[in-house]
C-alpha cells in the first residue's frame, strides 16, 4: 500500500525523504509528494505518477528544512492525480499530514467541513485529518489528541506544523509506523525498509500510539495522553540487501537469494545437533501443545497457497488436521475455533490487515496464535504466542518469491516440530531434516538452468493470451502459484488447478497453441498427470513442464522441460517454485513492463 517517510535531525530533509521515497517504492503508488516544515511555513510539493516526477521538481525547487514527511500514494478516496496526492494541509495552511488507510466515516466528516465553510481542495480522506487538525488550537501533539476521537477506521498518519518545526508527530490504528533511532535524528516510516540506510535501532508502534519526536528525544502516548513505554529494538536487516546488486530487476535478484535465504530459515530453527526442529525457538509451549487438536492457517494471496502446500505438510507429519482458510473470509465466517485450536497467521510482511483481523479474532476465542511472517516487531509477531521468522530479509519486488517459498520451508518445519511434539519423530525425520539442509543446493541448480531455455518458454506463452498451470496432490498449489506469478507481472491471464480437475472444466479452453504448464515431477500420481497432459495434447496445447532434466516418460511428451533436481516429494514444492518464478519474470520482461511494481498492486495490504 500506500508508504509514509518522516524526518526531523540536522540533515536537509528533501535528500532523506526522497531516498526513503524510493526505498519504498516497491508498495506500490500512483502518486508522489513531500513537504517540508519551516518557521512560519510548510512548503509542499506534489506530482501524479512516478516518484522521479517528484524528484525533478524537487531539484528545480530549492527546498530547505531539517523536519519533512513524505509519501506515495496508492488511490483509495480520488484519483490518482497531483490534487489527490499527500501530503495534504488544512486551509489555512499550518498542518501538513501524510495519511496510510481508510477513514470509514469519511462522508460525515467531509459533509460536517463543507456545511461548516470549509473548502476541501481534494477528494480524500487525508486531507479531513488535516482541515480537523487546523479547526483546534494548541500544540500539534495536543491537537492530534483532540481529533483522535473524531476518526473512525484504519490509519497511519504522521503530522507536521509551521508552528513547530522542530517536532513530529505520528499515530496509528491498523497500517503500520515505525520510529527510527538515528544519530542526532528521528525518522519514521510505514516500513522498515525505509530507515535501515541511516539507522537499525526502531521503535514499533503499537495501535493508537502517538508518538511525539523533538529535538530532545521521543515521548509517546496513548490516546488519552498518558505515556507508555515501547521498547527499542536493533534490526538484524542488513541494508545492501535492499539494493539491486547489479541485477536488473528487484525480483531477479531475489529469486537468486532463494538459496541463502532457505539456508539462513532452516538453520535458524534446527537443534544443536541439527538433526530436529527445536521447538523451543519457535515459542511453542509443550503443555499448550498437548492440547492442540487442529489446525487453522489463516493468509492472502501467495501466502495462502503457501498455506495451501502447509495443510500437506503438518496432516502428513503431524497427523493433525488442517483447514487452509483466506484470512479475508475467515474473519467473517463463524470458525470453530477453541483452546485446542492452533491458528497460525501466515504473511510476508506482519502487517496485513484482513490477516491480522483474522489473528485476533482467533486469539479472542481463546485458540494458541502463531504466525509466519518476515518481519521481526511486525504487528503479526508481536501479537503471535509462537513465531517462525522467514530468514528472507527485506523483499522489494512486489511478485513474492523469496518469501513464498522461505514460507514452505517454516511451514515444513513446524509440521516436523508438531510432528516432535507428539513423539512421532523417527529416522525418517533426521532424513528429511538433512535433505532441508541440502535444498539451498538444489535450488542453486535449479537456478543455473540455461537462460535459453526459457527464451523458449516465452515464446510458448505469449503465443496465447491465457494459460493453464496444472499440478496434482502437493504441487497443485504450486500450480495456482505459478499462474499468480504470470498473472501478477504479465498481466496475461492463467489459471491454475489441480490436474484431476481439468475435465471438469477447464479443458474448454484448450485448443491449437494453448499454452499448458504442468508440474511433473516424481510424485505418486505422475502417470495421471501424464495422462492428462496427453489429453490436452491431443487438442492441440503447447506443453511446458517442470521435470527432472532425465523423466524420459515426460520429456518425450511436452515441448519444452524445465529442469529441476531430484528432491524428496516435501521438499519438491519449493524447487518447482523456482522455474515458475523465472517463466514470469521472463514473460514479462519480453513485454516490456514493469516487473518490481506491476500496475494496481500493492506489496503490503494494509487496509482491507
Not at 20 to 27: M, N
Not at 180 to 201: H, M, N, Q, Y
Not at 465 to 474: A, M, T, V
Amino acid at each position: 500500500m500506500c508508504g509514509i517517510i518522516g524526518y526531523l535531525g540536522s540533515h536537509q530533509a528533501v535528500p532523506v525523504i526522497l531516498d526513503g521515497l524510493k526505498r519504498l517504492e516497491y508498495r506500490g503508488y500512483d502518486s508522489a509528494g513531500l513537504a517540508v516544515a519551516s518557521p512560519g511555513r510548510i512548503h509542499v510539493l506534489r506530482a501524479a505518477g512516478k516518484l522521479s516526477n517528484l524528484e525533478e521538481r524537487a531539484w528545480e525547487t530549492t527546498l530547505h528544512g531539517t523536519l519533512g514527511v513524505g509519501h506515495t500514494r496508492w488511490a483509495t478516496h480520488g484519483a490518482p492525480t497531483e490534487e489527490n496526492a499527500h501530503p495534504q494541509m488544512d486551509a489555512s495552511e499550518t498542518v501538513a499530514v501524510v495519511h496510510n488507510g481508510i477513514l470509514e466515516n469519511y462522508a460525515r466528516l467531509r459533509h460536517e467541513l463543507l456545511d461548516a465553510g470549509i473548502p476541501l481542495s481534494s477528494d480524500t480522506d487525508t486531507e479531513l485529518i488535516a482541515q480537523l487538525l487546523g479547526r483546534v488550537a494548541g500544540p500539534l501533539a495536543e491537537r492530534v489528541l483532540r481529533v483522535l476521537p473524531r476518526l473512525e477506521g484504519q490509519y497511519a498518519v504522521v503530522a507536521v506544523s509551521r508552528d513547530e518545526p522542530d517536532t513530529l508527530v505520528a499515530f496509528r490504528n491498523g497500517p503500520p509506523l515505525v520510529l527510527g533511532v538515528g544519530e542526532g535524528e528521528f525518522l519514521v516510516a510505514s516500513d522498515v525498509t525505509a530507515l535501515v540506510a541511516r539507522t537499525r535501532k526502531v521503535i514499533f508502534l503499537e495501535n493508537g500510539d502517538v508518538a511525539v519526536m523533538t529535538r530532545e528525544g521521543i515521548r509517546i502516548v496513548d490516546a488519552t495522553g498518558t505515556p507508555v513505554e515501547r521498547e527499542v529494538e536493533e534490526l538484524d536487516w542488513d541494508p545492501g540487501r535492499a539494493e539491486k546488486g547489479g541485477y536488473r530487476h528487484f525480483m531477479l535478484k531475489e529469486i537468486h537469494e532463494q538459496p541463502d535465504a532457505i539456508r539462513n530459515t532452516v538453520l535458524a530453527y534446527l537443534d544443536a545437533e541439527r538433526t530436529g526442529v527445536a521447538l523451543d525457538g519457535l515459542g511453542f509451549e509443550p503443555e499448550r501443545l498437548e492440547g492442540v487438536r487442529r489446525i487453522h492457517l489463516v493468509a492472502c494471496g501467495t501466502s495462502w497457497h503457501a498455506c495451501l502446500v502447509g495443510k500437506f505438510f503438518v496432516e502428513r507429519l503431524a497427523g493433525l488436521p488442517v483447514e487452509v482458510d483466506y484470512a479475508s473470509e475467515y474473519r467473517y465466517r463463524s470458525p470453530l475455533v477453541g483452546s485446542d485450536t492452533l491458528v497460525v497467521g501466515v504473511t510476508q510482511s506482519g502487517e496485513t490487515a484482513d490477516t491480522l483481523a483474522a489473528m485476533e479474532m482467533a486469539a479472542e476465542a481463546g485458540a494458541l496464535l502463531g504466525t509466519i511472517c518476515n518481519v521481526r516487531g511486525s504487528s503479526a509477531w508481536r501479537a503471535a504466542t509462537a513465531r517462525l521468522l522467514t530468514q528472507a530479509g527485506p523483499e522489494i519486488g512486489v511478485a513474492s518469491t523469496k518469501a513464498f517459498t522461505t514460507q514452505l520451508v517454516a511451514l515444513l518445519l513446524l509440521g516436523l516440530g508438531l510432528r516432535s511434539s507428539r513423539g512421532l519423530a523417527d529416522r525418517e525425520d533426521r532424513e528429511l531434516v538433512a535433505a532441508l539442509q541440502r535444498l539451498p543446493l538444489a535450488v542453486e541448480q535449479t537456478l543455473a538452468v540455461d537462460q535459453e531455455l526459457y527464451g523458449r518458454g516465452v515464446e510458448l506463452i505469449t503465443a496465447g493470451d491465457d494459460s493453464l498451470f496444472l499440478g496434482r496432490g502437493i504441487l497443485y498449489p504450486i500450480a495456482l502459484e505459478g499462474a499468480l506469478k504470470l498473472k501478477e507481472i504479465s498481466y496475461l491471464h492463467a489459471e491454475g488447478y489441480p490436474a484431476g480437475e481439468m475435465k471438469h472444466g477447464p479443458i474448454a479452453l484448450v485448443q491449437e497453441g494453448f499454452p499448458v504448464v504442468a508440474l511433473a515431477t516424481a510424485i505418486p500420481t505422475r502417470d495421471k498427470l501424464l495422462g492428462n497432459l496427453m489429453e490436452v495434447r491431443s487438442r492441440g496445447a503447447s506443453l511446458i513442464a517442470v521435470a527432472e532434466a532425465g523423466a524420459t516418460s515426460v520429456t518425450s511428451l511436452v515441448d519444452l522441460v524445465l529442469p529441476v533436481p531430484d528432491v524428496p516429494i516435501l521438499l519438491q514444492p519449493v524447487v518447482t517454485a523456482v522455474p515458475l518464478q523465472l517463466l514470469a519474470y521472463h514473460v514479462a520482461v519480453e513485454l516490456g513492463l514493469d516487473v518490481d511494481q506491476p500496475r494496481n498492486l500493492a506489496k503490503s495490504v494494509t487496509v482491507e
